[in-house]
Structure formats: C-alpha cells, structure tokens
C-alpha cells in the first residue's frame, strides 16, 4: 500500500483509456453526474442502489457484490480505477469497499471530477458495453472496517477521528452544508475523538497533498499512528477518505472506517456524547 | 439576493423550507470575453466550496447545468471560494435563517 500502487494521475488515466485491463469506475454522490458527461470507457456504480444492500443497513452481500462486477464486465486480475465527484468521497468509499471483498488492483484517480474538470480533458456520454466476466470475492476483510461496540469500546483507548467538518463535529450542523440539515440523531461527536476533517488532506484542487504533509496533518494534531485508530463521519464516505489518506498512501495498517457512522453513533441509545470544539 | 423569478439567481426555493434552512445559494456568470464562452454565460463546470468563519471547508457542489449552487449552512460568516478552468474567485458573505442569500458572481 503506498501512492505507488493506490493512486494515479490524470496523466495515467488519460494515456490507458482503452486499456484492455484497466476499468475505469465513475461512483458519484449526485449520480446525475455520470450522465452529463464521464471519462471515456467508464462505467458507474449507484452507491445506493448497486453498494447498499437496500433491506438491512450493510454492504451488499459478497454474493451481489460479485454479480455486479461479474455483470460489469471487471475480472480478478483487472486494474479498476475509481473516480467521482464531490473530491472523491464516493469514490474512496467504493475503493474501502473494493479492499474489504479483497480486490487485488484497485487504484483512485488523483483529483477525481475535479481534477480532471479544472484540466478541462474531455467527457463523453457513450455508454461503454463490457463483456460479462465470473468474478470471486474474498470473505469480508473486517480489519479495515469498525462496528458500532467497538467503537464505544475505543473511546478513550484507541485513536478517533472524526473526519467531518468543524461545525459537524462542533454540534452546529447535522450533515455537510450542501445537503438539507435533516436528520434523525442528535449532534455532536464522540468523546475523546479528535476533528482532523477529510478536507486538511487534500489541495484546493482535490488531489492529495504530499506524504510529508499529510502525516504532519496527523501528527500536528497528536495523533500517535501506532495506536489502533477508528476514521469515522457522517455516513462513512468522507471517512473512507481519510482512511485511503492513512491506509493506503501512509501505509498505516491499523486503521479502520466505520461507515455506519454519526448516522449510527448518534441514534444509540445511552451512548456517551460530546460537544463544542 | 433574489427580488423576483426573473432575477438571476440560485435554484428554485420552491419545497424548501426556509424557517428550518440557513440557504445560501446562487449563480456563476462568465465575465469577460477573450475566449469563446460569451459574456454573461452560466459556468456549467465550476465548483463552488464553502469555508466556515476559520476558512476551514465547510462543503462543496459543482455547478449545475444552469450555473448554479446551493448550501445549507448555519446562521453567520462563511467564505464561498469558486473555482472555474482558469479562474478563482472568493466571495465573503453573511448568511441568516429564514433569509436565503442569493447571490450572482461573475468570475
């Protein structure tokens, strides 16, 4: 795990667009997006209807998770490159997911959309056809990823981050500004965790800063990385992020994304709360 | 901000309530003609980022079709930075509950 073998540049993605090993997955929180417009040859993924498993609040079962890349034409041995919009939220979360069923070679453009908007290279609207493969997952690897108890068991032994936005973590808004301030649960944080927000881990253009940088943004904030450590957000996407930034391109094995969240902390009943800075 | 329909403008707040939302939204306009995008056109491929009072990112939307973005914040000052192929433009504004501050930029 390193910058090496999990992230690619425009430069990369722009020269292996009709690479007969490469798939090219665009996943999008507005998933009107691909639509208007995508990287040639890429395909789409839902996050709700293809990554959610739509009854119960998980992941899809490995069973649909390789019917959908057996249908999407993706073998065992394919090099799948994932970008989106919104800097990559959705599409690191579709990487930490890509890793949790065991994906050998998957890799994240830089800078996704963004990135590749400000360059003004080009979008189609072709739909590619791929050619249906049999692709075998891996159980779940749940080393990268933190359910509800051990999180509360994490609370003041283990790092927290919570990777959302100062005024999330602070109580003052309940979700990111660009979406309607609604919700069941209540605001806040949890107790002990550290605000290290998603954003200090990427430039302006939404690439990623340098190695150097991002550990300073870490260890600038008194995070010790050799303690087990719990990324968590909202809805688990912008954590997803943040666990890329320290698992795959600082190469810090013991990092978890708890996807189910605020959306799951903050509705548990009885469980410790905090707010403020 | 918004004085009528025919004022541009952010999105339509229709359905949106505006007791409960601190709305801050608007229109990237093309200025300036030594390309080949007209003056006055929407900036279909911007994106807009909020920052809070400590210029920290709040969030961020690309535009729409029209050349347009919308928020929802919390009441007081926040920062929109906006980005466009070539261009930068920041915009400092106060937002209140109950008022959606509408705004057109032209970059």
Redesign the interface.
Known sequence: MSRETSLVTAEWVASNLNNPSVVIVEVDEDTTLYAQGHIENAITFHWRDDLQDGLIRDLISKEKFEALLSKSGISNDSTVVLYGGNNNWFATYAFWYFKVYGHADVRLLDGGRKRWELDARPFVTEVPTRTATRYVAKDRDNSIRAFRDEVVAAIGTKNIVDVRSPAEFSGELAAPAHLPQEGGQIKGHIPTAKNIPWSKAANEDGTFKSDAELKEIYQGAGVDLSVDTIAYCRIGERSAFSWFVLHELLGVNNVKNYDGSWTEYGSLVGVPVAVGA | MRTCGATPGGPSLDG?DLT???V?QGVILKEGENDSVPNGAPVT?G?V??L?A?G???????TN?EGQF?????PGSWTL?V???GARVEQALIAAQGVPTDLVIHI
Do not use: C, G
Not at chain 2, 56 to 62: I, R, S
Not at chain 2, 70 to 74: G, L, N, S, T
């Open positions: 949106i409960k939302q601190t801050i491929n994106h980022r909020l809070d400590s920290e990112f709040t969030a961020e939307v690309p079709l919308r928020f929802f914040a919390a930075v980005q466009a192929p």
